[in-house]
């Protein structure tokens, strides 16, 4: 097992920054991709960005590129997204998780582990 705990999220006006944080815990060894994905009411949840491999090789999804960064200290077993320039359509809850297989997917379905998410509001 792994356990995944989100924190960083607020309020925040548009054009502001937020970063969050990932503490993984348990069975870290087993973890081969990161990512964060993020769910507005009404909506799916959506693939934001994930992180994987000893380089740390990284994919956005188009939304957040050039806006957002993600990265890891292997050494704390924490991930990060910095958020920049947030715009109010990145109102969500924000969710980090594992993906053991190194599927390499955007579909959040092929994650197996999830933390309970973070709040992140960005008013106009």
């Known amino acids: 097992q792994v356990q995944l705990v989100e924190s960083g999220g607020g309020l ?24 964060w994905f993020r769910q507005a009411p009404g909506k799916e949840r959506e693939f934001v960005a ?6 740390g ?9 050039g806006r957002f960064t993600i990265s890891r200290d ?9 958020m920049n320039s947030l715009k109010p359509e ?7 998780a ?15 582990y999830w933390g309970q998410g973070t709040q992140v509001t960005v008013s106009s």
Not at 12 to 25: E, H, K, T
Not at 57 to 65: E, I, L, Q
């Open 74 to 82: 292997n050494a704390k077993n924490t991930m990060y997204l910095q």
């Open 50 to 55: 994930r992180i994987w491999g000893s380089g």
């Open 12 to 35: 925040v006006q548009a054009g502001g920054s937020l970063r969050l944080s990932c503490a993984a815990s348990g069975r870290t060894f087993s973890i081969s991709v990161m990512g």
């Open 57 to 65: 090789r990284t994919y956005y999804a188009n939304s957040v590129k």
């Open 98 to 112: 594992v993906d053991t297989e190194a599927v390499l997917t955007t579909n959040a379905g092929r994650y197996d």
């Open 90 to 96: 990145d109102t969500a809850v924000y969710y980090c």
